[in-house]
Every structure is written in structure tokens, then in C-alpha cells.
């Protein structure tokens, strides 16, 4: 993290390195927050949280789509796009110049976010509060962000250094990874639990002036206890395998399921409208249902869209006054997997037309899009299903707010403000499905079955055994969830990431068995690859302060 560090994380003001330092320039980059002299009334300090809470926008789409969702098997990217596309690169293991801009630039808005929560956290005590609580509500909120910085820096890349404090360019010279699992047990749990102490539910968040704020989008003590529930879950599974976890874990989430159950089944969409809702230009339907986002406006807008949806799409589906989805132009390669495209159906309300969408007429000149039905063995069967569906859940196009009775005005925008869901009440409830599914089926089933009836689809059977069970929340959890960054952390927690991603390439097997629909390479799956590599300039930048991760030595 060195060179991040370097450039991120070091206090003070800048400094202009002279001959013979090589590359270390201790300036914060614009946007990071400087430590000197300016923290000196409670709003001052609201704008620091604020400012660490913006980070979050630079992070989502390389942390929840890029590195997450098209690696998993809820997705196809084409392995050979009409040139060199950072989703097909990162899908098939294929690391080039561009991925390692895709992980440097990861890296570093990460680590940004911790710099600028160090710097708001090495100033706050000093500030006067008319009110106390409005402090430890900011001081929880900028822990939150902290530990779940770190906890994620740890999925993605394994070993990373933890940083609990603004650095000084020595300590950055020095300073060597920790190991995954003592991240998550270190850093990360202690921010986490300091900031659920710290914080109060949403009906008590404050802004500086101590006027009620909540429903905007903060951090709250139930959104710990839920961060929380997914850590202790995350150390239940693979690699970590904590036996005392899950039972941790299971304490967490039924805080917050009791606390939705207490409070009108808050958190929880009651018609598919609803659920549509959440996902497209409302925030504050977002904000109810969403227990955690990553919050957009006009301002910032949304740049899931481009890096979503599996090829250009005509101009009745990009924001009117918006000059980034222009006819011809190229978008991402990703597609729905055939074998979700099977699991959806026809009948599911989640999917056709909203999560995904088969087919569009021509437009304006653009040539309709039509459908590619091919032959797949789903489940040991021979189906034809639909290969080339556009993933456009992050698509709020014209007919689907009209169809929610959302009504807002697109013309003069270029990126949709949407909201991005990082923690849902959804997945609350499968992950407790998870913790009692092996002593209580039927009660495990009954969560699985809510969201499937919500969804309009056929409701799974309530006295089958513990394991079909599981892989019925397992199931649920693809279809709930999707697009959202969830699905490929899952595959690793349950110790089958590799035997996943290898029958989902091998989904797309000619009928030889032997040579596949369109070129791959399922030889790049290899031992260690669930995590991502250590960025080269970070290797780079101190030779010897960090170990590359298993299957990446060559790319250091």
C-alpha cells in the first residue's frame, strides 16, 4: 500500500520531494482532507464525515461490479469482445495494463476513505459539541466506515496493512501487511463494535445543528449490527472457517430482523412495485428499503449503467439529456448467465423486464436487438434458453419508473442518481436462513418463501432436508441479490469458488464436451485467484514490503 500511501495517507500539508526521493511525493490528492487547523466547530467535522461518506462513489463499481459480480456465476462476459474490455479482462483472469489500473484504482480510493476517516477521527475530540451524542454519533459514524473499509480491502485482496491512524512517511515506508483473518478479527471488528456503541438507530441521526437527519442515507447502529452479521458470517465460511462465528453472526441478524419486525417490518418492500422502487431515481424509497447504500444525486449520478449492461443500448434507454450512452457507443460485454436466465423463467417478477431484458425493437436507427436461444445441459437437462440477455437492473429507463409511478424528468441529465444497495433486509434474512436452516428447516424455508411469493413464483417445500434446503437459500440468494456484489463473495465463503466458475464456463460446452460455444480460458482458474492481485505500483514501490497473493507472483 505504500505507494498509496505515499500519495494517500500521509499527514500534512503537501510537500514537493526533492532530487533522489524517487517517487515520494507526500501530497493528499484533491478531494482528501487536510488535518491542519480546520476541524474547529461541529459542521466543519459534519463535512468531514460527509467527505469520507463520498468516497464510497468512487469504490462501487470496481469493488461490486467489476471485482465482484462479473467474476461470479450470475454472469456471462463474452471472453472475446470487439476489443479489450475491463470485464472480460478481470472475468477470464486475463491481467493487463487495464486491470491493474481497475486494482490500483481500487486500492487507492479505499485507503483514501480510511485516510480521510484518520484524519476526521485525529480532530474531533478537540472540537466542541453542544450536544455530546451528536459527536459520538459522527465519531461511530467515521469507525463504521473505517472497519468496513478494512473489511472489505480484506475480501478483495487478502493480506492487506491495516491503518488506524494518519501516518507518517516513515511508518509508511514500513509498514507490512496483516493477515486477512486478523484484519477482519482486528480492525475491523473493533471499529465496527466501537461504532454500534457509539451510534443510535435511524430515528436518532443528527446533523451538526442537532436537527433529526435520519432516512438519508447514514450510518446507524442497526447498519453495524448488520455489517456486522456479514462479517461474522464472512469468518464462518471459506477460508477462515471460525467455528464459533456463525453463531456470532446469527445474534446479529436476528437484532436486526427483531428490530424490522418492531418497527412495521421496516427495511422490507411489501409489493414487487416496491421492490422495483428501490432500485431506480428515488432515494428516499431507496433509503426505506435499503438498510445500507452508497448514495448518488444529480450531482454525482450513477456510473453502474455503462459498466452493467451487456452491449450498447438504443437511446430510448439512456437518461435523455445524457451524452454517455450515445447509438454506437460501446458499453460493457456482460450478459445474464444462460443458467440464471433459466432459473428466472418467464414468470419470476424480479427478472424479465426489470433485472434483465431479452429483446428491444429497433429505434431511431438502431437495429432491434433479438434474441440468441441456444442449447445448454441446466441441472443434467437439455434446454434451450436465451444467451445473450442484457443485465439492466441499473437500467431506470423511461418505462420502468412509469410502470413504479416514479415520475422524474431525465432531460437534462446524463447519469441517473441511483443509489447502490450494500446492505438489503433480504439479505439479512437468507444469511439467518443460513445459520438455522440445520435445526430449523421450515423456519430457514419460511424467509426463502416471503421473498418468493413477493416475486410471484412457486414456493419451495418446507419439509425437505437440511441440505436441500441450504441450496435453496443458496438459490434465493443469486435470484434476490443480483447485480449487487454479493454472489461472488458467496461462492467464496462457501468453498466453492472454483468449482463454481468452472461449471459456469463449462455451462457454455459445445455438445463434444470438449471445445467451448466461444473461446476461454478456464486454465487461468487456478489455486489463490479468488483473491485479487496486490497492484504492481504497490508491489512496486518498497520491492520486498509485500507478498503477492497464491497465483499472481508473475504479476508483481
Known amino acids: 500500500m505504500f505507494k498509496s500511501i505515499k500519495n494517500i495517507l500521509i499527514a500534512g500539508a503537501a510537500v514537493i520531494c526533492l532530487a533522489g526521493c524517487d517517487e515520494v511525493l507526500v501530497t493528499p490528492p484533491v478531494g482528501s482532507l487536510s488535518p491542519d487547523g480546520y476541524y474547529d466547530s461541529p459542521a466543519h467535522v459534519e463535512q468531514g464525515v460527509l467527505g469520507v461518506y463520498s468516497k464510497l462513489r468512487d469504490i462501487e463499481v470496481n469493488q461490486y ?16 469482445p470487439n476489443g479489450i474490455r ?26 483514501s476513505l480510511i485516510y480521510n476517516a484518520n484524519t476526521v477521527l485525529a480532530s474531533i475530540d478537540a472540537v466542541e459539541f453542544e450536544d455530546e451524542a451528536v459527536k459520538k454519533q459522527f465519531k461511530g459514524e467515521l469507525y463504521f466506515l473505517r472497519g468496513y473499509a478494512h473489511f472489505e480491502l480484506a475480501r478483495a485482496f487478502g493480506n492487506v496493512p491495516v491503518v488506524d491512524h494518519v501516518l507518517s512517511a516513515e511508518e509508511a515506508k514500513t509498514l507490512k501487511q496483516t493477515a486477512a483473518a486478523d484484519v477482519i478479527k482486528g480492525i475491523v471488528i473493533t471499529d465496527l463494535t466501537e461504532a454500534m456503541n457509539l451510534l443510535p438507530t435511524e430515528d436518532g441521526i ?4 442537532g436537527a433529526k437527519i435520519g432516512g438519508q442515507g447514514r450510518a446507524d447502529q442497526i447498519v453495524v449490527k448488520a455489517m456486522l452479521g456479514r462479517v461474522y458470517m464472512t469468518l464462518a465460511g471459506w477460508p477462515y472457517n471460525d467455528a464459533t462465528a456463525k453463531a456470532t453472526a446469527q445474534g446479529y ?13 421496516k427495511y422490507w418492500a411489501p409489493t414487487i412495485k416496491e421492490w422495483h422502487a428501490q432500485f431506480m431515481t428515488d432515494n428516499a424509497i431507496s433509503n426505506k428499503y435499503q438498510i445500507f447504500s452508497i448514495q448518488h444525486t444529480e450531482a454525482t449520478g450513477s456510473n453502474l449503467p455503462i459498466n452493467t449492461c451487456g452491449r450498447t443500448l438504443c437511446g430510448y434507454y439512456k437518461p435523455n439529456g445524457g451524452g454517455v450512452y450515445n447509438l454506437g457507443a460501446e458499453m460493457s460485454c456482460t450478459f445474464l448467465h444462460a443458467e440464471m436466465r433459466y432459473l428466472y423463467g418467464e414468470n419470476d417478477k424480479r427478472g424479465k423486464d426489470f433485472l434483465f431484458m431479452d429483446t428491444y425493437p429497433e429505434y431511431q436507427g438502431n437495429p432491434a436487438y433479438s434474441k440468441n436461444v441456444t442449447e445448454f445441459t441446466i441441472d443434467g437437462k437439455k434446454v434451450e434458453v436465451q444467451e445473450n440477455s442484457l443485465p439492466t437492473k441499473w437500467i431506470p429507463h423511461f418505462e420502468k419508473r412509469e410502470a413504479v409511478g416514479i415520475n422524474y424528468d431525465d432531460s437534462a441529465i446524463t447519469y441517473w442518481p441511483m443509489n447502490f444497495p450494500v446492505l438489503r433486509l433480504e439479505d439479512i434474512m437468507l444469511l439467518y436462513a443460513e445459520c438455522i436452516v440445520s435445526s430449523d428447516v421450515a423456519g430457514a424455508m419460511g424467509y426463502v418463501n416471503k421473498i418468493r411469493e413477493r416475486a410471484g413464483v412457486e414456493l419451495v417445500p418446507t419439509n425437505a432436508t437440511a441440505a436441500e434446503a441450504l441450496n435453496y437459500i443458496k438459490r434465493e440468494r443469486k435470484l434476490e441479490l443480483f447485480m449487487e ?3 461472488w463473495f458467496d461462492q467464496i465463503r462457501y468453498g466453492e469458488w472454483m468449482e463454481t466458475t468452472k461449471a459456469s464456463m463449462n455451462t457454455y460446452l459445445n455438445s463434444d464436451n470438449a471445445t467451448y460455444k466461444t473461446t476461454l480460458s478456464i486454465g487461468n482458474v487456478t489455486e489463490g485467484r479468488y483473491l ?13 514490503l509485500y507478498v503477492q497473493n497464491k497465483g499472481w507472483e508473475n504479476y508483481s
Open 86 to 111: 475491463e470485464p472480460s479482462e478481470i472475468a477470464h483472469y486475463r491481467w493487463n495494463n487495464n486491470i491493474q489500473s481497475v486494482l490500483s484504482g481500487l486500492w487507492a480510493s479505499w485507503y
Open 485 to 487: 456484489g454479493i454472489r
Open 206 to 209: 443528527k446533523d451538526a445543528s
Open 65 to 80: 461490479i467489476l471485482a465482484s459480480e462479473h467474476r461470479s456465476d450470475n454472469v456471462w462476459v463474452d471472453p472475446a
Open 532 to 544: 485479487l492481485s496486490i497492484p504492481q505500483s504497490e508491489m512496486r514501490a518498497v520491492p520486498g
Open 253 to 265: 441478524l436476528k437484532a436486526v430482523l427483531d428490530y424490522s419486525s418492531q418497527n412495521g417490518n
